[in-house]
């Protein structure tokens, strides 16, 4: 994800304001979060106002949260394909028999 | 971050169960956000636990959100490359102006 | 808080629809706690849109989450005041010597 | 709610800590509402290793959720009876023929 790191870095260069603080992006994840959640109920929740096939609005709902993580991620130093490699490491490892194989 | 998607679905292909419902993945997405929340305020928060400059916690916490949002993308068809070029195209259109340019 | 959840029963047994599912209403915490996160960091964070004096948007922020609280623990017969009086027990228990005494 | 942000504030007021600041305690929630999730998917999700009638833990889940918002409310002097009166007005007002009466 080191693309999509840099890419909201130049982004962010921009402005006089730069990262906000560790908290305050914590606080736009969650709400981040609430938006996707909201775009799921409408689709297979107790609403349904929307059809099962249109769902631009769901990928641009989670692309808000990877652009927020990313946001996170440049203003911590943290490496987010490092992090990657350790849950499909965990994965493979401690989580391998986690459920039945095919 | 087709890569990422590819990934997750190699590992997922491997079990019976698949993919699960969009609305328990939500609820999983809202774990893994929330031990994300619990990360931070350990760092940046009231209790101060941990060092500032240690940050393999911070950064698998974040890629367990990621893998969370493949798993949802792949269950639903969504591109998540396409959505994340949606959000720079609104970073750099709608909110071009929303703050303050060096 | 039985008054609440009978307030919230009330209303919803007007209706043919009855309570959502648990995890449509989880969908709906989620998306509700992302809106008192946003308007937090309207108020704290670095946004700023609003004095600190503004209370009333909080309030009713969360009071929608206690809302849907109560619709999840009237579909799920949880008593609130029970599990209320275990949180306040726990402060005093497990967690009286946390934090540094005055 | 007035009885429950009372005992909140009689257990915090004997720390010299007191309540910590609106982020900080905004991270908390998310947390809680993750634990809630989590718990929510254990009972009706995919790994299902409770029993449904097992509620004491969701109670508990569901009671840390409405503790950290009596922080919330007793730190920025909300009134959470006043919030969800508005909640229960909005129902009734706005919201009366959102749904399909019996």
Redesign the interface.
Known sequence: ?KD?QK??DE?V?????GY?????I?????????????E??H????KKKKAEED?AD??????????T?CC??NS?????D???K???DK??GRDKDR????
Request: charged share 25%.
């Open positions: 994800m999509q890419q909201v982004w260069s921009q402005y006089k304001m906000w603080q560790p908290l305050e914590m606080a736009r994840l969650t709400e981040e979060t609430g938006e996707l959640a909201r799921l109920n689709r297979f929740g107790p769902t769901l990928e641009n709902e989670a692309a808000d949260i990877i652009f993580l996170l991620a911590l130093n943290l490496d987010l490092r992090g990657f350790h849950a499909m994965c493979y459920f039945e194989k095919k």
